[in-house]
């Protein structure tokens, strides 16, 4: 019996991820590629691997066997692939990294001075930019990730890997009440915010869109107006300056939204080294910060 190991690793990618779409996602492959070379390893094999009479993926006894044995194969190459692929790396490399300021929380800024530690030897370029923007940048390949809102309104398709939530909300100062001709007539946005907001409900009101979210928060403390801002920055502020801000929840024209915080590259391409590094550590602080994903009814 000769089996395929890219197919073996096909295999273990299924079950990891849970469907053959988001394996060949992870791989940078096609889903007919990966689940011909699944069909493949069980015409060799002899056995079926997969209970084919559920939607979802289901191991028969005998692919739940096959799968505990391969794991610690296929997890031994990733390591030698990933070694050698560091051997490789050369001091010109840059590795371009687009982030929406309406994600880039804590947990994404440790997430970049640890890949610092992890790959002393690349050049790492980081844009801040609405998430629209960076999805134009993906497409004529001006960066090779971006961490943001995918489900903007756009032409281009993406591969999408969705991470975390972030709440934000329409806050102000606390003295500023709903009387005050400044809030009647300003609010404060970031640019690319509006994707996420209906613009009709705030027709009546004098729009400030600013690319700088420290500025807007300025100026919401300064009472110049109400702010559309992420949970994070927020509070982040609060604890540190002793801002005095309250949310905004009982005024008819604004309410909260929620973005899902996601990774999206180009389709049809390498899911790279610094790719899958840059999701690793995102699932893990997601999963290790119970606080990082608060309820929101939208």
Known sequence: MKLQFENIVSFVAVVEEGSFSSAARKLGKSQSTVSTAVQNLESDLGFSLFNREYSKVRLTEKGKRLFHLSTPVVSKYRELVTTAQQ?????????RVGIDPLVFNKEVKQALLDFSEAFPNVDLLVVTKPSFVLGNYISEGKIDLALGNPYHKT????????????????????????????????????????????LSNLAAYNLWRLDDLSTILDLCNAQKGIAFLPEFLVEKNENENNLKLKLVN?????????????????????????????????????????????????
């Not at 051997?87 to 590795?95: D, H, K, L, P, T």
Request: aromatic share 14%; with cysteine; charged share 20%.
């Open 87 to 95: 051997m490789n790396i050369s001091e010109q490399i840059v590795y």
């Open 155 to 198: 032409r281009n398709d993406f591969n999408i890997e969705e991470l975390f939530y972030v709440n934000c909300w329409w806050v102000a100062h606390e003295n500023l009440t709903y009387s005050d001709n400044t809030l009647l007539q300003r609010v404060l946005l970031m640019d690319g915010s509006e994707e996420l907001l209906n």
């Open 250 to 298: 009982d005024h008819p024209d604004l309410f909260g939204k929620r973005v899902t915080a996601s990774l999206f590259w180009p389709m049809h391409s390498d899911f790279s080294l610094f790719n899958q590094w840059i999701q690793g550590k995102l699932k893990n602080s997601v999963n290790n910060e119970t606080a990082f994903v608060p309820n929101l009814v939208q």
